[in-house]
């Protein structure tokens, strides 16, 4: 009985072993053409962070939206979130001095939009 398992153990690696192969993924949807910028953006100045809610743009194929930033010693910061949102986050602020931040709706294409600018100043 074990030999029969083994047996029906190895033609299962046989036969499916020769069916993977490596594939490349691509986007699913590449139009080409990037979606309109955010619009009405509102800042909420939080401890060491910022709350920023904005509008979409109409376009269908949006994806999520991305904040740019840099700190004090240089360092970009990325956050996205999705499209469900209409708002996002950012963080990791250590004074309150003013920061830009560059806001990007992205979609499935990984097209980007025109960046909306504004400014932040994190309270203590």
Known sequence: MKRL???????????????????ELT???SDGVAPGPITNAVVENLSGAAKITYKL??????LYVKALYTSKQGVVRETKVSYYNNNITVEGFGDTSAYEVKLYAVDRGENVSPPLSVTVMPKK
């Open 57 to 62: 743009p109409s376009d269908q194929d949006v």
């Open 27 to 29: 986007t699913l949807v």
């Open 5 to 23: 398992i083994y047996i029906l153990f190895a033609g299962a690696i046989f036969f499916c072993v020769p069916g993977c192969k490596q594939t």
